[in-house]
């Protein structure tokens, strides 16, 4: 399967904003509600936000409010906005299909600094 290629990342200040953007398969975006996950130094990955086909969406406690998953169903690509970013954000952000077997990709870095 074609793993999703994600984008967007950087070094941002606390309190700025990025926008990720994840291009995945058709086959991926018409089969599974689709998420972002985050992986931070020295812990496990963790689930971020998921959106299903009909746009329906659910955010971790810890980003409600300031992150925002999106999809593009006619470019195949996923978006996370992600606006008054703390430290705790930082790590790498990778997406896929919730309960999906394609392989991961290689993810995009967030750093925010203090």
Known sequence: ????????????????SLRLSCEASGYMFGRYVLAWYRQAPRKQREWVASITKSGSTNYRDS???????SRDNAKNTLYLQMNYLSPEDTGVYYCNGIGSSTPWG???QVTVSS
């Open 1 to 16: 399967q074609v793993q999703p290629v994600e984008s967007g990342g950087g070094l941002v200040q606390a309190g700025g």
């Open 106 to 108: 290689q993810g995009t």
């Open 63 to 69: 980003v409600q409010g300031r992150f925002t998953i």
